[in-house]
Every structure is written in C-alpha cells, then in structure tokens.
C-alpha cells in the first residue's frame, strides 16, 4: 500500500467521532475495525486505492477488489457501512497482536480450555456453549439498538438461539435431576405417609378425646371463680370473712402426665364479614405480596377485555408493544 496520491481526509475526519461511511457512499480510503456484537470482536480492515483500482483487506488477508466479483459486492453492499474509522497505530496494532488497544479481539478465541475443553455434545459442553452466548448477549445490548434490517435479523436469529439454548439447559437439568427426584420420591413415600397419618391422628385426638374434657372442665373451673367471687362479694357486703376470691390468672387446663402437656389455649383468627370492605381495604396497603396479586388479578382481566375498557372498579386495560 502506497500513500502516494491517496486521499485520507474523509476516513481522517471520521476517525474523532469513530464515525462509519454513509450506506449510499462511494468507498474511499482508511483503516477501520469491523464490530461483530455477537461475537464479541472487531475486525481489522483497510482500503485504498492504488494505480486506479480500490482495494480492501480484512484481517490483514490478501487484498479483494472488483475482479473478485461476488466477495467485491458483499463487501460494498454489507461490510463498507458497517465500518468504523480507527487509527492507523491502532490498526497496526490488531493486525500484529490479534487485538485492539482497548482489549478487543479480532477473532473469537478458539480452544480457550485447551486439552480440558468438554467433549462435544457433554452437558459440560452445552454449559460452556450457554456462557460463551450469555457473553455476547452482554455485547450485543453493549453495542445498543439495531441500525439495519440486517443487524436486526441477526439479532432476532440470535434471541431464538438463546431461547434454544435455554430450552437445552432445562431439558439437560431435568435428565440430570430425574435420578434424584426419583430417589427422593422413594425415600418420601417410605416415610412421609406415615408421618402425615400420624400427625392427622394426633390432631383428631386432641380434637375429638382432649378437647371436649378440657373445655368441659374450662366450663366448671369458671362456673367455680364466678360463684367464689360472689361469695366474697356478698360477705364484704356483710361484714363477714370469705375465702379469698380466685386469682386474676386462672391455672391453664391441661393434661398428660409424659413430656408436654397439651393444653387449652385461645388462638386468635380472622373471621371476614363483608368480602368486599375488606377487599377495599387491603388495596389501599402497601404489602408488595398483596399488590403483586392484585397486578395479577388485573392482567387476567386483560385477556379477555379490550384497550380502554374498564372491566372492574379501579382498572383500565392499557397495552404497550414487547418483543416476543
């Protein structure tokens, strides 16, 4: 390459800006690297002019031109927008070391693992296919919105790869979690049965022997405080001397005579009396559990109501446009 009567100062006044050739733009000379988001690299590339003809190298390769027909084309067509204009040291710098100064490769490394790579078609594999496209998902969003037709295609092929690759990993998961599953399966239902029977039947004979007796005695031991106390009200009244009235804290009814006791004890529970009031007053609380529901229940409303219909007190179907 010759700079002989080469007119630099189109790529120069790109290169403060990293700016890239107009898609419409006839070629003109310069150094520049070639972005791959999915990949994670940045081609070096040069074109010039030398004796009449326009020439390109890619990654330091023999020069194409317009003799090469089909290649010649593509490279104006698909590869001449996509540049973006570098210093020539830097240029000069990914050509000798096989990466730019800010780190970048000019070509995906191969055999990064060396003689421990997993065998082909290994869920180690398939692991390490999964980090390596997680990767240059990082790259892709990095390098911001599409700017072509064909950038946006790539994209698109490429977020069906990834949910491939996650349907891979699920199936792997569950191939390999199945032994497991299975073997837990066989240890639960050795002993798990049983442990529910048993918890059932001890809840029915606390419910169905203990429970009458003890609320029965409950019954007698206030009927007792009532009338203690009525009696010492009474000889106050009097003058006469009674015994002491029952304690302020009543001894708890309890039975067993082995380890704990089980007792009579007031639990506390929520008896709901008007569906709606409280409907209306858990909305007004801030419970992430209980607006998340509520988000919930309104989404399934959309499914069956249209754009700015208002299927229910306090909620208004609304759209907005994803990509699926």
């Given amino acids: 390459m010759t700079d002989t009567a080469i007119d630099w100062a189109p790529w120069q006044a790109l290169i403060a800006k990293k700016g ?21 690299t940045a081609i070096p590339v040069a074109t010039w002019n030398e004796e009449g003809f326009w020439l390109a190298s890619i990654n330091g390769a023999d020069a194409i031109d317009k003799d090469c027909g089909a290649e010649w084309s593509e490279f104006l067509a698909k590869t001449w927008p996509k540049l973006e204009a570098a210093e020539h040291p830097d240029y000069e710098h990914a050509i000798a070391k096989g990466a730019w100064p800010d780190g970048t490769p000019t070509k995906k490394a191969r055999g990064e693992m060396g003689d421990n790579a997993p065998p082909e078609g290994s869920v180690e594999a398939l692991l390490a296919e999964a980090q390596g496209h997680l990767e240059s998902a990082r790259n892709l969003v990095k390098a911001g919105a599409a700017k072509t037709e064909e950038d946006a295609d790539l994209a698109s092929n490429f977020a069906k790869t990834l949910t491939e690759t996650k349907a ?6 569950k191939v390999e979690k199945a032994p497991h599953l299975e073997a837990g399966r066989v240890v639960d239902n050795k002993f798990l049965p049983l442990a529910d029977s048993l918890k059932k039947a001890a809840a029915a004979v606390k419910s169905g022997v203990i429970n009458p007796f003890q609320t029965e005695q409950l019954r007698l031991r206030q009927e007792e405080e009532d009338r203690r106390r009525r009696e010492a009200a009474a000889a106050e009244a009097a003058g006469r001397e009674a015994e002491p009235p029952p304690p302020s804290e009543p001894e708890k009814v309890s039975s067993g005579s082995r380890g704990r006791k089980t007792s009579l004890v007031e639990r506390r529970y929520g008896e709901i009396t008007d569906h709606e009031a409280f409907a209306a007053f858990l909305g007004k609380m801030k419970s992430m559990a209980i607006l998340n529901a509520l988000e919930t229940a309104a989404n399934n409303l959309a499914r069956n109501h249209n754009v700015g219909e208002t299927p229910a007190p306090g909620v208004v179907i609304r759209s907005r446009m994803v990509t699926v």
Avoid: T
């Fill in 20 to 40: 890239s050739p107009k898609p419409d733009s006839a070629i003109f000379a310069g150094f520049w690297r070639l972005p791959n988001g999915l990949a994670g």
């Fill in 168 to 173: 891979k990993i699920e199936a792997a998961h």
